[in-house]
């Protein structure tokens, strides 16, 4: 004797959303709310996308959060992860990279890198650009011993969008991102009041991933890294 069993409607359509992929998020989940702030909305250089600033409130000042949604159109995208500040964002000039300048604490501050693939912009590196950055500073010979303990902040210079042309260099477009890092010490001599390092600069070439210092930066790095403020 055979048997049929007949699924009802419902549950049939329970288990195929259940096989199939997770949906795409559509928006910030409940609870957070767009800012009005002007400064806090980026918009692309072909003006395809645009990134708007979500924050969750909380009562405790360190529950406060943020999120970054990039939109296309009625399309969005999360930016993430989620942090417990607004940031600030730069374009290259083609609108195939972002990096998002972001805030972690009195001082100081970190750098994501995002690409532009299959419609929508995606973390271009595993782990921060600003971990990767000082990675490369303290794998280097003049730089390696250097210890910071806070205020560590990386920063993206100004001129992503044109190849940083206002330095009078004549890099390729959308190829390079400058990048400056500082920090302090709290173990230093006491004839001294702060020492520690003051905007060492470093380039990351977008094509290949790999840093360098160009050597119009010598001279300033090397000032960098005697940085002090006297009794």
């Not at 910030?28 to 990134?51: C, E, K, M, V």
Request: proline residues 6%.
């Amino acid at each position: 004797m055979t048997v049929f069993f007949r699924t009802a409607p419902w549950l049939a359509l329970a288990l195929t959303l259940a096989a199939s992929p997770a949906l795409a998020a559509s928006g910030p989940p409940p609870g957070y709310i767009l800012t009005d702030n002007a400064d806090l909305a980026f918009t692309s250089p072909d003006g395809a996308t645009r990134l708007e600033q979500y924050m969750k409130d909380s009562e405790d000042l360190f529950g406060v959060k943020w999120q970054v949604w990039a939109r296309r159109g009625e399309e969005r995208t999360e930016l993430k992860p989620e942090q417990g500040y607004p940031a600030g964002f730069r374009f290259t000039g083609d609108s195939q990279w972002l990096v998002r300048m972001q805030k972690t604490g009195s001082g100081e501050q970190d750098l994501f890198l995002y690409h532009f693939e299959s419609g929508a912009f995606v973390n271009a590196t595993k782990k921060p650009l600003s971990d990767l950055a000082w990675t490369y500073f303290h794998s280097r010979p003049d730089t390696r011993k250097m210890k910071l303990d806070y205020h560590i902040s990386a920063n993206l210079m100004k001129g992503t969008e044109d190849g940083y042309r206002w330095l009078g260099v004549d890099w390729p477009n959308n190829r390079y991102l400058l990048i400056s890092l500082s920090g302090e010490m709290d173990k230093h001599p006491k004839t001294v009041a702060v020492k520690g390092l003051a905007d060492w600069k470093c380039r990351y070439d977008l094509k290949t991933g790999k840093f360098d210092v160009p050597k119009m930066f010598a001279k300033g790095n090397a000032e960098a890294l005697r940085w002090e403020i006297k009794r």
